[in-house]
């Protein structure tokens, strides 16, 4: 079992950017597939972008692609998520979520943080 711990939301106006960080702790890190996901106000859960458990392979949402990047630190027992060139339409909860040994996948996961909140003005 893992807990993850998001942080790293705030307010940003549109064009800028912003880190979102997840901690983990309790399993071995190492062996989770992480994934960052978002729900906007109104709006049903998306999934947005995923990291392999070996680190070697990433997926993304085509509604980020080129704009937002992944990325896992083992030793810190951390995943990132980079925001760039962020919209209003970016507003959202922002989740992670991991699964042990899964595959790079929009859905399945089995453990969440409680989210971090980014609003994005015009």
């Known amino acids: 079992q893992v807990q993850l711990v998001e942080s790293g939301g705030g307010l940003v106006q549109a064009g800028g950017s912003l880190r979102l960080s997840c901690a983990a702790s309790?399993?071995?890190?190492?062996?989770?597939?992480m994934a960052w996901f978002r729900q906007g106000p109104g709006k049903e859960r998306e999934f947005l972008a995923a990291v392999f458990w070996t680190g070697t392979g990433t997926y993304y949402a085509d509604s980020v692609k080129g704009r937002f990047t992944i990325s896992r630190d083992n030793a810190r027992n951390a995943v990132y998520l980079q925001m760039n060139s962020l919209k209003p339409e970016d507003t959202a909860v922002y989740y992670c979520?991991?699964?042990?040994?899964?595959?790079?996948?929009?859905?399945?996961?089995?453990?969440w943080g409680q989210g971090t909140q980014v609003t994005v003005s015009s």
């Open positions: 979520a991991a699964k042990k040994f899964g595959p790079l996948s929009t859905t399945l996961y089995d453990y």
């Open positions: 309790g399993d071995s890190f190492r062996m989770y597939t």
